[in-house]
């Protein structure tokens, strides 16, 4: 066993003792999920900033709130996005006539042939996959904001999450919106509708709760409420 | 510095807790544990010759079906780029050349060039090969761009009546591409950088 003033003296080094690891409370031994470098990682560690001193991946953000945080605007978000679904999104006027389209119905237009894929695509990337990290956020971290025990499947829920992140490109929809409001100018007067810049604000939270999302305590703070 | 698999133990990739190097599952977050992911070459392979070969139709047939008072007028991908430029949009011209052609182009490169210089002992910076990594693993969702432009023209259009903008094959193709090179960077076992490293620089 190795006491406990050895335990901070090593945890920023490499692991030293590797004899009871994981087991306890106070500190837990995690690996670098880049280079699987060994740490020893406790309440103090975790409560600054710290980087893998191999490769420089960030273990710990040093946020204590982190959680209220995420799931926070995890619903801010999904609220948000689910608003921008059903209001205006984009203004096309071509000669007086002015139609006003949402992402609904931008989505819905993909019905026949090749849009068919493409409608499912957009639709994925653009709304359900966004949407469903959101819920999962919610559901397995929300319980844990609020100091109640974790939801039966949170782990697998929180798991899925994480994997899920570079395959919601709300933010590249964005982009795409721009360049094709563009494209369309001289075809057509187009301006954006309140639905955009819902979106947009959707977007800038997301981006915003990356910076809270330290997986560390995300999973310290789980695996408590499990317990 | 000592490693998980050197400790003769296993690291969860999802949520870093670390396990006995027998142990199959994550006991905190339930993900599949394996201290080398031994098929992560060939994966990363397989998925970047899909790529590829989504990519070629996708710069060949059009992107972009645009017609006007009973013309129709095909677009790909590189003449999109082109109709943009002369239309002054020098701005949007470049995002959208970086997005569909200089990123895919790239990424194809270096993945390559990644999978090769892993396959065997290396003696390069692991944290210039880290860093390529990272970067390829960012980028690749941003080539969506004309993808999601291509859809939003062609819903768009379809209200107003002078106009009707359709999706090409090249659409389809090039947003299949784009995933596939997704998955071929996400194959990646990023810890192999470091196994793979002969006794050259300390780091
Ligand atoms: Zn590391
Ligand atoms: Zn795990």
Not at chain 1, 66 to 90: N, R, Y
Not at chain 1, 183 to 200: N, R, Y
Not at chain 2, 83 to 102: C, E
Request: contains cysteine; charged residues 15%; glycine residues 6%.
């Amino acid at each position: 066993m190795v006491n406990t003033d050895n335990i901070r003296h090593t945890a920023w080094n490499e692991c030293a003792d590797l004899g009871d690891f994981g087991m306890s409370e106070a500190k837990q031994i995690i690996a670098c999920p880049v280079c699987d470098t060994l740490y020893a990682i406790d309440d103090e560690i975790a409560a600054v900033p710290t980087n893998c001193r191999r490769c420089g991946h960030r273990l710990t953000y040093g946020e204590r709130a982190a959680i209220a945080g995420v799931v926070g605007m995890a619903f801010a978000s999904a609220t948000l996005m689910l608003v921008a679904l059903f209001v205006p999104f984009l203004e096309l006027s071509n000669g007086g006539r002015t139609i006003s389209t949402s992402l609904v119905h931008v989505v819905a237009g993909f019905s026949r042939g090749i849009m068919v894929p493409l409608g499912f695509a957009v639709l994925g990337f653009i709304i359900l996959l966004p949407l469903l990290r959101f819920l999962l956020l919610i559901f397995s971290l929300g319980p844990v904001a609020f100091h109640k025990s974790a939801l039966p499947g949170a782990a697998i829920a929180l798991r899925i999450a994480i994997a899920l992140k570079p395959w919601a490109m709300a933010e590249v929809f964005m982009v795409g919106v721009a360049v094709a409001l563009v494209k369309l100018s001289d075809l057509a007067f187009t301006d954006v509708g309140v639905g955009f810049w819902i979106l947009a604000v959707a977007v800038l939270i997301t981006a915003y709760q990356e910076t809270f999302m330290c997986r560390h305590t995300l999973w310290t703070e789980l695996n408590r409420a499990q317990q | 510095m000592i490693t998980a698999r050197s400790a003769g133990l296993v690291g969860c990739r999802s949520c870093g807790l670390v396990a006995p190097a027998d142990q199959l599952t994550c006991a905190r977050c339930g993900a599949p544990l394996q201290s080398r992911d031994d098929t992560s070459l060939q994966r990363v392979w397989a998925w970047w010759t899909v790529g590829l070969l989504a990519y070629i139709p996708a710069n060949i047939y059009p992107m972009l079906l645009t017609t006007q008072v009973f013309r129709t007028k095909e677009s790909t991908i590189l003449e999109g780029v082109l109709d943009l430029m002369q239309h002054g949009d020098h701005l949007v011209a470049i995002i959208i050349f970086l997005a569909s052609v200089f990123i895919p182009v790239a990424k194809f490169v270096t993945i390559a060039f990644l999978a090769a210089t892993l396959a065997r002992p290396h003696k390069r910076e692991t944290h210039q090969l880290l860093r390529l990594y990272d970067i390829v693993e960012f980028i690749g969702r941003w080539s969506m761009i004309d993808v999601f432009v291509v859809a939003i023209l062609s819903t768009l259009v379809q209200f107003g009546s002078l106009a009707s903008i359709n999706p090409g094959f090249a659409a389809v193709s090039f947003a299949l591409s784009v995933i596939f090179t997704m998955l071929a960077a996400q194959s990646f076992d990023s810890r192999m950088i470091w196994d793979q490293l002969q006794d050259g620089p300390a780091r």
